[in-house]
């Protein structure tokens, strides 16, 4: 039985969908002016993992992620590069379409676009303005008035007195109360602007995924996800103006990942600490970085760093080389790993425990290999399944232990070549000439496999 940890009650809970066998679930996108980071690559690979799960146990998953196109980020970037705003969004929106692919993150079943949306979010604002619960300041904004929403507070534990208390002092006048924020921002010069009752303008952050995720969904779904960082101030006002709108009570389960980490410090591009996901990749195969993602539990920090990526590398590496030459066989998932796997994945997405069940099928078919084949081709199938919901282990073991994404045609020719080179020698006993090319190609990185089959190679 799938139990969640719900962040809006704190409680690790019997996961029961609205609908079954139905699960709406809506996940923060990302904000569409630069590449993604590795603080985005948990998000996605975390989400990711969660519906593959969930349709692992058989639920029909309407999985949303939205993608953020218009706010003051991208205005402004736009400006800089002296670019559209449509230009800028559109080339970071395929190079996030490419990286996910990357990672093996699985395209949503929507992308809805804040822009594309705009009707959705005029129209939840608009019943927030006739139901009390926002006003239109003198500056010609539209803001959320927070006093007015009982409920404030109850994702993250804050109270509105604690928050008046804490906050500066507010610069803009237009505000009622410091701590409300806008919904609708009237048109600036050389601004990009929609059409609104209200006068030329653009949706605040916040009522874009209000308005899109009750758009895909309806006004009550199964799960609402997304990093820690998001939980206030816009998961909760999320929800503060989503029930007000609609009168119903939102997402029921709440999902937050934690923090990627250097050196103790969250990863940010404020603090200048930030790796892009282009740029790791540059130096680990995509797979190792998902690995290293799982590998922590989805709400620990995830500390970075280059040690853990090559400890990855090195257990990715032994999963793999577990799977190698073994054929493909259908049939039941194997007992009692299947059992174990399920349990430890029901435990809130227990993916570290998850892990260690495949490495104990790993230990055991290579003590089958030699002993019973056909029951090592069995348990590796039911390994190569089992990983699936974790986004793992899907690709051709040969290939990735001789690449792993990272060589080129060119390379492995001469590989070959040279391993030929060496079994030649060694049927006309000249093992000098063996072992010189042996301890060339381990010089190279290439560690070599001697077995009744021949001889198979690997990179180090």
């Known amino acids: 039985m799938l139990r969640i940890h719900n962040s809006l009650t704190g409680n690790r809970e019997v996961f029961s969908p609205l609908a079954p066998p139905h699960v709406g679930m809506y996940v923060c996108g990302v904000t569409v002016y630069d590449y993604c980071h590795v603080g985005h690559a948990r998000v996605l690979v975390v989400f990711d993992v969660v519906a593959r799960y969930l349709r692992h146990l058989g639920y029909k998953v309407t999985y949303v992620r939205n993608i953020t196109d218009i706010d003051d980020k991208i205005i402004r970037r736009a400006q800089e590069s002296q670019r559209s705003w449509q230009a800028l969004t559109d080339e970071f929106t395929r190079a996030m379409q490419e990286d996910c692919a990357a990672l093996g993150v699985l395209p949503p079943d929507h992308e809805p676009r804040a822009t594309v949306h705009m009707d959705a979010i005029l129209d939840m604002i608009g019943r927030l303005l006739e139901r009390g619960y926002a006003y239109r300041a003198d500056n010609g904004d539209v803001y959320y008035d927070v006093s007015r929403f009982e409920g404030y507070g109850r994702l993250s534990g804050k109270r509105l007195e604690d928050l008046r208390a804490g906050s500066r002092v507010e610069i803009d006048e237009a505000k009622q109360d410091p701590l409300d924020f806008v ?232 590989i070959e070549s040279l391993v030929a080179a060496r079994v030649a020698a060694r049927k006309q006993r000249d093992f000098a000439e063996a072992d010189r090319i042996r301890d060339e190609l381990v010089a190279r990185g290439i560690e070599l496999e001697d077995g009744p089959e021949g001889t198979r190679w690997r990179r180090q």
Not at 294 to 302: C, D, E, M
């Open 183 to 414: 919904l609708w921002k009237a048109a600036k010069a050389g601004e990009p602007c929609w059409d609104s009752p209200w006068g030329a303008g653009r949706p605040g952050w916040h009522i874009e995924c209000s308005a899109m995720s009750t758009q895909c969904l309806g006004n009550r779904f199964d799960i609402h996800g997304g990093g820690l960082d998001l939980k206030f101030p816009h998961h909760e006002n999320e929800i503060a103006q989503s029930c007000a709108a609609t009168g119903d009570d939102f997402a029921q389960m709440w999902m937050h990942n934690g923090f990627v980490q250097i050196d103790d410090e969250k990863m940010s591009k404020s603090l200048g600490n930030f790796f892009t996901i282009r740029d790791v990749l540059q130096h680990y195969d995509a797979e190792v970085v998902r690995f290293f993602i799982v590998n922590s539990h989805y709400r620990s920090p995830l500390n970075y760093s280059d040690a853990n990526l090559d400890s990855a590398s090195v257990s990715l590496r032994r999963l793999y080389i577990a799977l190698r030459g073994l054929p493909s066989v259908d049939g039941d998932l194997p007992q009692p790993w299947a059992g174990r796997f399920t349990e430890a994945m029901d435990d809130d997405f227990n993916t570290p425990r998850a892990l260690s069940v495949l490495f104990d099928m790993a230990r055991e078919i290579n003590r089958l290999r030699d002993k019973s084949p056909s029951d090592a081709a069995v348990l590796a199938s039911g390994l190569r399944r089992l990983a699936e919901p974790l986004g793992l282990l899907q690709r051709d073991p040969e290939g990735y232990l001789q690449g792993g994404g990272t060589s080129t045609a060119d390379d492995d020719a001469e």
